[in-house]
């Protein structure tokens, strides 16, 4: 009996690992997305912010997006404050009106989310690339065009997003954790797009052709996977561009980082049930990525834990030394190994998991993760 849960517990672990074995050998031997010159005719972009409660951050933001290497005169801004009951929406106003940046602003009579509102103001854009940004973000001078010269490259690509890391000068584990489990998810979603295509995108940076995407499904799941599954529905590829880097505050404390990322989980969670007649269409992404995602997203978290339990207890019945070296091994890893990859998936399982049990809570609406809510004001 015994041993029967030693074996139950292990096919279980390597049940779950599946997905991850099979993204792992595409990431070593899959084909790499090619290189591509940098744009020198600059497209006219509409780029949408939509904020709520980011009076911190939001000047830094403006001023961010102002010292791009990008023509004033090729892009528009549209600022959307979603009720913010701070002073959002007087401070970017005022930081506008000192950058020389072409912008209008959306002010919300009442929450709606990120969906809705970037919805409501897509029939406002006037150019034919819209790019959808965080108010707390950040990018590189270069980071704009990148992904612009991605998306460009190739009539069949309809939408782009950018690779998002943490912020470079924080020693926090949560940040740490973050950059190691980023690394791993963004090449996997390079490979997808050097396939076919990946809804795996970062709403930290996401570009996309107006006549193609028209409008996201505002209802269930994340705008950002929403974008890229309505791009593949209409027969366009929807791309992850490693190189078009966008960094993001990690909270420093994992209480709040919990709230952002059941909150992500959950959302993603709802995109991938959301679109599930995908699985009809005959192309790579329909018929080999979406499945394993599927799976690697809705089943593995629980067949990870329940098989960890499983084993845990077998060994501890059996082999408890055994169990008492591995717990020994996983603490000095945590204590050494500061971008501890296996402390980073475990802990991400566990956010999937929590996202799991929290579907049919409305995870529409947003709170803000910026360090003024981690220092009491929310």
């Not at 599946?18 to 790499?32: A, E, N, T």
């Not at 106003?93 to 940046?101: K, M, N, V, Y």
């Amino acid at each position: 009996m015994d041993s029967m849960l030693l074996f139950l517990g292990l096919i279980l672990l390597l049940l779950s690992l599946l997905p991850y074995f099979f993204y792992l050998f595409g990431i070593v031997f899959g084909k790499k997305m090619n290189s591509i010159p940098l744009i020198t005719d600059y497209p006219g972009i509409s780029i949408i912010i939509s904020a709520y409660n980011e009076e911190s951050v939001v000047k830094a933001r403006i001023e961010n997006i102002a010292a791009m290497h990008y023509p004033k005169n090729s892009y528009e801004v549209i600022f959307i404050d979603d009720c913010s009951d701070d002073n959002t929406l007087q401070i970017a106003r005022s930081a506008f009106g000192t950058t020389g940046i072409s912008f209008t602003i959306i002010s919300n009579p009442e929450r709606l989310g990120t969906n809705k509102s970037y919805n409501k103001a897509f029939p406002c854009a006037k150019h034919p690339i819209i790019v959808t940004t965080d108010a707390d973000v950040f990018f590189n001078p270069e980071t704009l065009r990148i992904l612009l010269s991605r998306l460009c490259s190739d009539d069949s690509i309809a939408a782009v997003c950018g690779e998002l890391q943490p912020m470079t000068d924080t020693d926090a584990q949560t940040a740490r954790l973050e950059h190691a489990y980023r690394s791993l998810y963004g090449r996997m979603c390079s490979w997808e797009s050097a396939v076919d295509s990946t809804y795996n995108f970062n709403g930290a940076l996401v570009g996309f052709k107006k006549d193609r995407i028209t409008r996201i499904n505002d209802k269930k799941g994340s705008d950002d996977a929403n974008t890229a599954f309505e791009a593949i529905r209409r027969g366009f590829k929807s791309i992850y561009e490693l190189h078009a880097v966008v960094f993001e505050e990690i909270p420093p404390d994992f209480r709040s980082q919990y709230r952002q990322k059941t909150r992500r989980a959950t959302r993603l969670i709802e995109a991938t049930c959301a679109n599930f007649d995908l699985l009809k269409m005959n192309r790579a992404f329909c018929r080999y990525f979406y499945p394993m995602r599927i799976f690697m997203i809705l089943f593995s978290p629980l067949l990870f834990f329940i098989g960890t339990i499983i084993l845990c207890g077998g060994l501890l019945i059996q082999y408890p030394l055994i169990l008492v070296f591995f717990a020994i091994l996983l603490v000095l890893l945590s204590a050494i190994w500061k971008n501890n990859v296996i402390e980073a998936f475990i802990l991400n399982q566990w956010y999937l998991l929590v996202g799991l049990f929290q579907i049919g809570n409305d995870m529409k609406i947003w709170q803000s993760t910026s360090k003024k809510q981690m220092n009491g004001k929310e």
